[in-house]
T-cell receptor, first 114, second 113 residues
Framework: DADVTQTPRNRITKTGKRIMLECSQTKGHDRMYWYRQDPGLGLRLIYYSFDVKDINKGEISDGYSVSRQAQAKFSLSLESAIPNQTALYFC?????????????FGPGTRLTVL | AQSVTQLGSHVSVSEGALVLLRCNYSSSVPPYLFWYVQYPNQGLQLLLKYTSAATLVKGINGFEAEFKKSETSFHLTKPSAHMSDAAEYFCAVSDTGGFKTIFGAGTRLFVKA
């Protein structure tokens, strides 16, 4: 079984709808991240969490919110989706004891906002 | 502030040819440097990382990268490309505090038969 899982893998929604992307991990890592990937822009950090009570905004947090329900679960919400949020979204984890911050990624969620 | 620049959004090589993907970084503190690979319809996975133990780092699938402080570079190479190497490659940097990793824009590698 995969160490980092994301659901759904694909989602098509309409402008204005609220949607939630979910991430679960079995690696036992404290740190979790949400990124979005756009062609030519690489990965941009949306939110990150170093433990259940520590949540921080990344470089592009506007229009997004997150919830860290447990050490193993980190959800990303789009309160009112808009077309420019169409992208590939990745969840990642890292071990707080690893000073290099090596990250482990889920398979991604492809989101299309019409 | 840290940053990463990958030169060339697309690189095309013939099967059996040398692969060279370029990465330059900027960091105010000694960095950790990474190459991640993304195969189609998959998440990123670690290819190799530099942690100051050795300047030449060997990774999976025959890839290696050399840290050159004077050039602030961490280029990825493979002597002989294989069709299965076709993927997108991301260079990344984190500082020695490990608080945040910055990714480059990615380089898509095409391998021609």
């Amino acid at each position: 079984d995969a160490d980092v899982t994301q659901t759904p893998r694909n989602r098509i929604t309409k402008t204005g709808k609220r949607i939630m992307l979910e991430c679960s991990q079995t690696k036992g890592h404290d740190r979790m991240y949400w990124y979005r990937q756009d062609p030519g822009l690489g990965l941009r950090l949306i939110y990150y969490s170093f433990d259940v009570k520590d949540i921080n905004k990344g470089e592009i947090s506007d229009g997004y919110s997150v919830s860290r329900q447990a050490q193993a679960k980190f959800s990303l919400s789009l309160e009112s989706a808009i077309p420019n949020q169409t992208a590939l979204y990745f969840c990642a984890t890292s071990d707080a004891g690893d000073s290099t911050d090596t990250q482990y990624f889920g398979p991604g969620t492809r989101l299309t906002v019409l | 502030a840290q940053s990463v620049t990958q030169l060339g959004s697309h690189v095309s090589v013939s099967e059996g040819a040398l692969v060279l993907l370029r990465c330059n970084y900027s960091s105010s503190v000694p960095p950790y440097l990474f190459w991640y690979v993304q195969y189609p319809n998959q998440g990123l996975q670690l290819l190799l990382k530099y942690t100051s133990a050795a300047t030449l780092v060997k990774g999976i699938n025959g890839f290696e990268a050399e840290f050159k402080k004077s050039e602030t570079s961490f280029h990825l190479t493979k002597p002989s490309a294989h069709m299965s190497d076709a993927a997108e490659y991301f260079c990344a940097v984190s500082d020695t505090g490990g608080f945040k990793t910055i990714f480059g824009a990615g380089t898509r590698l095409f391998v021609k038969a």
